[in-house]
């Protein structure tokens, strides 16, 4: 399994090319990466480490990282769904680092 | 499914293995002596998925993780003040 630091390296050339900021926030993102690699190792995909992922690619595909809500979710709260992703007022902590509500839809989280 | 341990008052936490809030919330809980019910989700077989998903709804409708029921109060997400509240610590 690849390591968190290369993990890590591979998102920060990855992020800016999404229109994306990983979070600096190295306690915030390792255990998120860790996650996310596990995901991988298990689905095959590597699915949002605080959803559940179901195991079916296209069941799942909505929440492989970065998510469909990702974008969204930053506009609205100045991160992701787990704060692997922010905005820059969030990093110069102009806004509240809030609990980011799930904006995944029921039938979706419930479809397995 | 889980009706017997809350109504006896034994903390249940919901979470999945991968959770990094959730991993937080068990650590705290373990600092605490806390000895709760620990279940992590993403690690049951589909079936029994979906019996933790039934049995949640009522607590928190947005199915969300960590799900922390004591009793009849809950603490949805990583709100240790919450917890702490409904803890009595």
Redesign the interface.
Known sequence: MMSVEKYYAVLKKYAPSQGLILNPDWE?VK??L???L??GERYGIRTC??????GDKEKDKDIVCPCDYAKPDIEDYGACF?WLYVSEDWIQNKIPHV?V??RRP?EK??D? | MFEQIVKQGTPLLLALSTCPRCIRMKKFLKMHNISAEIVDVDLLPLDERRSVYRFLKPFNPRLSFPTLIVGDSVVIGEEYDEVKEVLNL
């Open positions: 915030t255990p998120l860790e996650g996310l596990k995901n480490p605080c959803r559940m992922a179901v787990c609990q509500p799930e029921i989280i419930l397995f």
